[in-house]
């Protein structure tokens, strides 16, 4: 990989204090062979200070002009015009969400820049190391439930005074993927009462280990799909689980909501009047408040306060501890790159699997299956919806 130039930008976005690599994951690409660019206070905001990038090997840069990098590490989706300035044939690694940056992807695809989307990465056990939507839903289901701690008026564990008996506090995760387990084994911890809803049979078991209390819904079978993520479910059916929820968010002093299908809106789980059910002082946390949110209440941006109920979004909740982030999501980056790198260069394998299921766009194309739909409808060629490779 002698030459090959890499690229860390600082992150523009408002609000992300994550880096997409660290001393340490520098330390390991120059060992490879790699030239590794930095951009002067790309660290700051997670602790990672500039000297500690040029011990490791580092050129530290003055701009994120990504003219001559051959690879482009990043956390937050580019703009259009940052797209527009890579080199037709670099690669990008970075969150993409496609649904959201549809613009974004059409100039991937115009640029002739090979994306890999860190969300698109296949949950499957040889693409672990990889996986930046578990390592970073751990932290963030961590995050909500000290959050939630902080901004109730309740006391979580038992409390047994002179003064009389404290009963602890009622949290209700509705999701058990690995931001709901955590959640729900971070509030156990602390002392509280967990019930968890899941669709998936799968999630009852891990549920009781950590000893939570699985909420039984109205389903129809086994609503796993392939790649292990809850299936959609038809209205009706929701409308029967929402009923039993509502009975159980009518105990509940906190709510904490994960449920997210991968490039799609977030599935509405709590609507007005189920929040209207819950008791004067309770707080919902929302994880998926970015995708459209799974309480009917939540906005993105600011903390809606709806009767005596507050509903928070905690799609940046990571960012409260972005070097513990960074070094997550920078380890899963730095793994996906190694997968890469082939005889001294990168190379993009279209028939390994894990390549084929994280790659968005390649030779001037949007590639991935699930991607390319989304731009239909905005396009009258089919041409930048030809298809390869797997599925994530």
């Known amino acids: 990989m002698s030459g090959m130039r890499i690229l860390v930008p600082r992150e523009r976005t408002a609000g992300e204090r994550r880096v997409a690599a660290t001393p340490d994951t520098v330390a390991q690409l120059v060992a490879l062979g790699a030239s590794v660019a930095v951009e002067r206070g790309a660290g700051a905001s997670a602790r990672f200070p500039d000297a500690n990038y040029e011990a490791a090997g580092a050129q530290l840069v003055d701009s994120a002009d990504p003219s001559g990098a051959a690879l482009v590490?990043?956390?937050?989706?580019?703009?259009?015009?940052?797209?527009?300035?890579?080199?037709?044939?670099?690669?990008?690694?970075?969150?993409?969400?496609?649904?959201?940056?549809?613009?974004?992807?059409?100039?991937?695809?115009?640029?002739?820049v090979t994306a890999l989307a860190m969300e698109l990465v296949p949950r499957i056990s040889r693409?672990?190391?990889?996986?930046?939507?578990?390592s970073q839903?751990?932290?963030?289901?961590?995050?909500?439930?000290?959050?939630?701690?902080?901004?109730?008026?309740?006391?979580?564990?038992?409390?047994?005074?002179?003064?009389?008996?404290?009963?602890?506090?009622?949290?209700?995760?509705?999701?058990?993927?690995?931001?709901?387990?955590?959640?729900?084994?971070?509030a156990r911890r602390l002392g509280a009462v967990v019930y968890v809803s899941d669709i998936r049979e799968a999630a009852r078991e891990e549920v009781a280990s950590l000893g939570g209390r699985f909420i039984d819904l109205p389903q129809a079978g086994d609503m796993a799909d392939a790649g292990g993520y809850a299936k959609e479910l038809g209205e009706e059916l929701l409308v029967?689980?929402?009923?039993?929820?509502?009975?159980?968010?009518?105990?509940?002093?906190?709510?904490?909501?994960?449920?997210?299908?991968?490039?799609?809106?977030?599935?509405?789980?709590?609507?007005?009047?189920?929040?209207?059910a819950m008791p004067a002082g309770a707080v919902v946390i929302d994880l998926a408040a970015a995708d459209g949110g799974n309480c009917e209440l939540s906005e993105p941006d600011r903390i809606v306060e709806h009767g005596d109920v507050r509903i928070i979004p905690g799609q940046t909740l990571v960012n409260t501890m972005p070097g513990e982030a960074s070094a997550l999501y920078a380890r899963n980056v730095l793994a996906l790159t190694k997968l890469l790198v082939s005889e001294g260069a990168i190379r993009i394998d279209l028939e390994d699997e894990v390549v084929a299921g994280t790659v968005m766009t390649h030779?001037?194309?949007?590639?991935?299956?699930?991607?390319?739909?989304?731009?239909?409808?905005?396009?009258?060629?089919?041409?930048?919806?030809?298809?390869?490779?797997?599925?994530?």
Not at 86 to 112: C, K, Q, W
Not at 127 to 134: N, Y
Not at 137 to 156: C, H, I, M, Q, S
């Open 73 to 112: 590490l990043r956390v937050a989706p580019p703009t259009v015009e940052e797209v527009r300035a890579m080199d037709r044939g670099s690669v990008l690694i970075g969150y993409a969400a496609p649904h959201r940056n549809l613009d974004m992807v059409r100039a991937l695809a115009d640029a002739g």
């Open 363 to 392: 030779e001037g194309r949007v590639v991935h299956p699930r991607v390319a739909p989304l731009l239909e409808p905005a396009t009258e060629t089919q041409s930048v919806a030809e298809t390869k490779g797997g599925d994530a």
């Open 127 to 134: 693409a672990q190391s990889m996986d930046a939507l578990s």
């Open 240 to 276: 029967r689980q929402r009923e039993v929820l509502t009975e159980r968010l009518r105990k509940a002093h906190v709510a904490i909501t994960t449920a997210q299908i991968p490039l799609r809106p977030a599935p509405l789980l709590i609507t007005r009047a189920m929040v209207e």
């Open 137 to 186: 839903a751990n932290l963030a289901g961590y995050r909500a439930v000290l959050t939630a701690a902080a901004e109730v008026d309740k006391y979580f564990p038992l409390l047994m005074t002179a003064a009389g008996t404290v009963r602890p506090a009622e949290v209700v995760v509705l999701g058990a993927g690995v931001a709901g387990l955590q959640a729900l084994a971070t």
